[in-house]
C-alpha cells in the first residue's frame, strides 16, 4: 500500500543521519511514497526547530527525547516518534504518554549482526589480529606479543539473553564454550543447546569472558562496576555491544590500570553521543576517559559498528516504514514489541 507522499501526514524527519540511512531508507521507500526529510544534526531541545510539517520524526540511539523535546515535538502536531533501533533509553516514555505520542522501534533487526561483532571484538582481542596486520605492513613478522588462548573449553558469561545474547549464545556453543547466562526470565531453547542459566554473581565469578547483551534500565545501569569487577576471574575479558551505560568507564579504568580486566572490548561508551558517528580525525578530542581507554594496548574500542550490516540496515528501513504505515492506518501494529506507547 503507497501513501500519500504529499499530504503531511505522511513526512518523516529523521535526525542523526548518515550516508548511509539516506540510501536505505530513500532504496526501500519506493514502496511505501512517504515524504523524507533528512538531518544530520542530533534531535534535542535546539533542533526540534528544524521540523516543518512533518507528522513523524525518526530518531536513532544518541537523539534526546525527553519531556522538553516531546512537549515542542507535541506543539508542532508530530503524532510518532519512531525509534530506528532496538533500545529506547533516550525516550521519555511517560512523557509521549501525557502529550498523546505514538513511540514504536525496531525490535529486532538482525540479533545475527550484533552478536557476530561481540564475537569478533573477542577473536581480535585474543589472537590480536589488529596488531598482526600492522606489523605485517611494516614488514615485521615476530610473533612476539602475539599470544593468545583457545576459546575452546573457555566458559563465557552472558547477561541478558534477548534474540542478541541468544545468537551469541548459539556462536559461542559452537566454538565448544561453557556457556552460562543470566536474565530475569530464563530461556528453555537456550536450556536445551546447553546454556546454563546462573545468578549474576556466577557469572562474574565463573567466566572467562563475559558478554553483556541487556537493556539499559534503571537495574541494569552500571552493572559492570568496582564491587562486579573484584567478583571476577584475574585477567577476564569484557565486551560490550549493547549500551555504554551499562559499564562504569572509571571502575573499567581502574580494573585495567590493575591488570584485574585483562581484556576490553567496547562498541559502546556511556559518553558516546559526542564521539561516535563523527570525523574527530583532525580535533582534540577533550574526553579524558575515552582517550585513557584508547591507550591501554588491551583495550577495542569500535564507534558503535556492531549493527552496521547490510542485512541489518535493510531491515531497520522495512521495519521503521512498516511500523509508522500500521500506526498511521490502523493507529497499531501488529508485532507489539515494537510498539512502546
Known amino acids: ?58 530518531v536513532f540511539v544518541n537523539d534526546i527525547v525527553n519531556e522538553a523535546v516531546i512537549k515542542q515535538l507535541a506543539e508542532k502536531s508530530v503524532k510518532i ?53 600492522n606489523r605485517v605492513r611494516e614488514q615485521n613478522f615476530s610473533l612476539n606479543g602475539l599470544l593468545g588462548f583457545d576459546l575452546f573449553g573457555k566458559t563465557i558469561g552472558i547477561i541478558g539473553t534477548g534474540n542478541i545474547g541468544k545468537a551469541f549464545a548459539k556462536i559461542a556453543l559452537g566454538f565448544g564454550c561453557k556457556v552460562l547466562a543470566y536474565d530475569i526470565v530464563t530461556n528453555d531453547e537456550m536450556i536445551k543447546d546447553g546454556v546454563k542459566f546462573v545468578s549474576l554473581e556466577e557469572v562474574f565469578k565463573q567466566s572467562d569472558i563475559i558478554s553483556l547483551h541487556c537493556p539499559l534500565n534503571e537495574q541494569t545501569k552500571h552493572i559492570i562496576n568496582k564491587k562486579s569487577i573484584d567478583e571476577m576471574k584475574d585477567n577476564v575479558m569484557i565486551i560490550n555491544t549493547s549500551r555504554g551505560g551499562l559499564i562504569e568507564t572509571a571502575s573499567v579504568i581502574e580494573g585495567l590500570k590493575e591488570g584485574k580486566i585483562g581484556y576490553l572490548g567496547i562498541d559502546v561508551y556511556e559518553q558516546e553521543e559526542k564521539l561516535f558517528f563523527r570525523d574527530l580525525s583532525a580535533d582534540i578530542i577533550q574526553d579524558d576517559a575515552i582517550q585513557r581507554l584508547m591507550s591501554f594496548p588491551n583495550v577495542l574500542v569500535t564507534a558503535h559498528q556492531a549493527f552496521f550490516t547490510n542485512e541489518a540496515l535493510t531491515q531497520i528501513a522495512l521495519v521503521t516504514f512498516n511500523n509508522i504505515k500500521d500506526l498511521l492506518t490502523k493507529n497499531d501494529i501488529e508485532n507489539k514489541a515494537a510498539l512502546l506507547v
Do not use: W
Open 1 to 58: 500500500m503507497s501513501l500519500n507522499a504529499t499530504s503531511n501526514n505522511t513526512k518523516i524527519a529523521f535526525f542523526s543521519t548518515q550516508p548511509y540511512d539516506k540510501t536505505f531508507f530513500n532504496n526501500y521507500n519506493e514502496d511505501f511514497g512517504f515524504e523524507l526529510d533528512f538531518f544530520e544534526t542530533q534531535l534535542n531541545p535546539q533542533t526540534v526547530i528544524l521540523i516543518e510539517n512533518a507528522a513523524i520524526v525518526c
Open 81 to 133: 516518534i519512531a525509534l530506528r533501533c532496538a533500545g529506547f533509553n533516550n525516550v521519555d516514555l511517560q512523557a509521549a504518554k501525557k502529550y498523546n505520542l505514538k513511540v514504536c522501534r525496531v525490535p529486532a533487526y538482525s540479533p545475527q549482526a550484533v552478536a557476530e561483532h561481540a564475537i569478533a571484538m573477542i577473536l581480535t582481542l585474543n589472537r590480536k589480529t589488529h596488531k598482526a596486520y
